[in-house]
């Protein structure tokens, strides 16, 4: 079992910047693959990034590439999503996600993901 607790959300101009931190526990908590997707108001529950444990590998939904970082310490047990230049249009609940599954690459599918967290909202002003 793994437990996520998402952070790092808030009100932020178009433009700026935040990170977004997802604290994992549990027995498998670094043996993971990790990931973040979104959801805005009235609309489905998209992907946006996620990293393999060693973080060897990472994929980007197309929306967020060149602006978002994801990167991971397995130390701490954290993934992180570093969101620069940021715009309207990223205003959302953001849910970090784990992945019990040794896949070769992260997966971008909802479904793939065993464990949520309850989500942090970020807010995108214009």
């Known amino acids: 079992q793994v437990q996520l607790v998402e952070s790092g959300g808030g009100l932020v101009q178009a433009g700026g910047s935040l990170r977004l931190s997802c604290a994992a526990s549990?027995?498998?908590?670094?043996?993971?693959?990790m990931a973040w997707f979104r959801q805005a108001p009235g609309k489905e529950r998209d992907f946006v990034a996620a990293?393999?444990?060693?973080?060897?590998?990472?994929d980007y939904a197309d929306s967020v590439k060149g602006r978002f970082t994801i990167s991971r310490d397995n130390a701490k047990n954290t993934v992180y999503l570093q969101m620069n230049s940021l715009k309207p249009e990223d205003t959302a609940v953001y849910y970090c996600?784990?992945?019990?599954?040794?896949?070769?690459?992260?997966?971008?599918?909802?479904?793939?993901?065993?464990?949520w967290g309850q989500g942090t909202q970020v807010t995108v002003s214009s």
């Open positions: 996600a784990a992945d019990r599954t040794a896949r070769a690459r992260p997966s971008r599918v909802i479904r793939s993901y065993d464990y």
């Open positions: 549990g027995r498998t908590s670094s043996n993971v693959v």
């Open positions: 990293i393999s444990r060693s973080s060897s590998a990472t």
